[in-house]
């Protein structure tokens, strides 16, 4: 029996929450909102990859996140 394994080291970081959302006009373009206990960092969903769009750091620690319908005013 053969087998292979395939692993990236990397150190373990915990995901508090996480959500899906649009945040430009462009409806096809959506964004990967992930908290972290002490940071939230936003990634655009590309079809083969996410590529990481901001981050920041957050003072106190962070117990989850949601996303909130805005309405647009003209």
């Known amino acids: 029996i053969a087998m ?8 373990p970081t915990s995901v508090v929450d996480c959500f899906c959302t649009t945040l430009t006009e462009d409806e096809q373009l959506e964004y990967l909102v992930i908290a ?9 969903v590309l079809p083969d990859a996410l590529a990481l ?15 909130l319908p805005v309405e647009v005013c003209s």
């Open 53 to 67: 769009q901001g981050s920041f750091d957050v003072w106190g620690r962070v117990v989850s996140v949601h996303s």
């Open 36 to 44: 972290r206990p002490s940071s939230v960092e936003v990634h655009a």
């Open 4 to 11: 292979k394994l395939i692993a990236t080291y990397s150190q």
